[in-house]
Nanobody
Framework: QVQLVESGGGLVQPGGSLRLSCAAS????????MGWYRQAPGKQRELVAT???????NYADSVKGRFTISRDNAGNTVYLQMNSLKPEDTAVYHC??????????WGQGTQVTVSS
């Protein structure tokens, strides 16, 4: 059974940094992409960043230049380095894994709160 375990969320002041991690276990298929999505209260879940098996990355316009997504060499852990955080970055951040044959799995989420 696929499990995605996220960590690294918390409370940070505006302008601060956080690093999120997501470790995937029980994956019995080739991972096509790993990524991060977020959902703020009263809003729909939105894409933050994704990274493919070939290390191609994609970012939401709102985080370009501030966030960096990466994967470990084994390919089952994805990171999100978040710098210059803003209050509007406050949300629950969810890890996502997609296989080449349409498999999709989500983590339970980690809360990121940006506030002074």
């Amino acid at each position: 059974q696929v499990q995605l375990v996220e960590s690294g969320g918390g409370l940070v002041q505006p302008g601060g940094s956080l690093r999120l991690s997501c470790a995937a276990s029980g994956v019995g298929f080739s991972i096509a992409t790993m990524g991060w999505y977020r959902q703020a209260p009263g809003k729909q879940r939105e894409l933050v960043a994704t990274i493919t098996s070939g290390s191609n990355t994609n970012y939401a316009d709102s985080v370009k230049g501030r966030f960096t997504i990466s994967r470990d060499n084994a390919g089952n852990t994805v990171y999100l380095q978040m710098n210059s955080l803003k209050p509007e970055d406050t949300a629950v951040y969810h890890c996502n894994v997609r296989g080449f044959w349409g498999q999709v799995y989500w983590g339970q989420g980690t809360q990121v709160t940006v506030s002074s």
